[in-house]
């Protein structure tokens, strides 16, 4: 089955922390992106990749980092300089020529005490 | 960003009523996308939308893009008890790769 995995669902984490979410998909899509939602929010765009070992800030990329090593990977840390770092975070993804068709994965919802 | 205005934020109804929902934006937006989200879970997407005037269908949901391309509107009829969910609208622009959402709404079906 083809899919989007991330891991874990449920992520606790003491303030001042880095911490690293991971997004994993077998669809071969090229597009990858990271999106935060917070209760009552819209989903707000973090950072996204259209090919490998390229990547764009979103909306409100401060204090958060990616990478994209692999087409299939995509993992996001959040830093310690997020100043409000619990939310839940959500990865898609999508082929090049309909960027528009993103596919989102479970999600990892991430508690910072 | 983009805003986007969605509407209602919540709606209670019971089952077998039909369900109406819009989201509006100050800028012209080339493609509508709604989305439904189960709690705890990603979004799906249920219907896409790429031409001014399109109407599309999906089962019991209808979408509509809208002649100006500055708004979209979802019909679900006869609401069933798992439709309940967040809906989301969401437009894509000319920025390659970029779509922007709106808040959600909120749907509660009573049996």
């Known amino acids: 089955d083809g899919g989007i995995t991330q891991s874990p669902k449920y992520l606790f984490r003491k303030e001042g922390q880095n911490v690293t979410l991971s997004c994993e998909q077998n669809?071969?899509?090229?597009?990858m992106y990271w999106y935060r939602q917070d209760p009552g929010q819209g989903l707000r765009l973090i950072y996204y990749?259209?090919?490998?070992?390229?990547?764009q800030k979103g909306d409100i990329a401060e204090g958060y980092s990616v990478s994209r090593e692999k087409k299939e990977s995509f993992p996001l840390t959040v830093t310690s300089a997020q100043k409000n770092p619990t939310a839940f975070y959500l990865c898609?993804?999508?082929?090049?020529?309909?960027?528009?068709?993103?596919?989102f994965g479970p999600g990892t919802r991430l508690t910072v005490t | 960003g983009q805003q986007l205005n969605q509407n209602p934020q919540s709606m209670f109804i019971q089952e077998g009523e039909d369900v109406s929902m819009n989201c509006t934006s100050s800028?012209?937006?080339?493609?509508w996308l709604w989305y439904k989200q189960d709690p705890g879970e990603g979004p799906v997407l249920l219907i896409a939308?790429?031409?001014?005037?399109e109407l599309t269908s999906n089962g019991r949901l209808t979408a509509q893009f809208g002649i100006t391309r500055k708004d979209s509107f979802l019909n679900i009829s006869a609401s069933i008890p798992s439709d309940v969910g967040i809906y989301f609208c969401?437009?894509?622009?000319?920025?390659?790769?970029?779509?922007?959402f709106g808040r959600g709404t909120q749907l509660t079906v009573w049996p």
């Open positions: 669809l071969n899509h090229d597009a």
């Open positions: 969401a437009g894509r622009g000319s920025t390659l790769g970029r779509l922007y």
């Open positions: 898609a993804s999508s082929i090049l020529d309909k960027t528009y068709e993103q596919y």
């Open positions: 990749s259209q090919i490998v070992n390229d990547f």
């Open positions: 939308l790429y031409k001014a005037g």
């Open positions: 800028s012209i937006f080339n493609t």
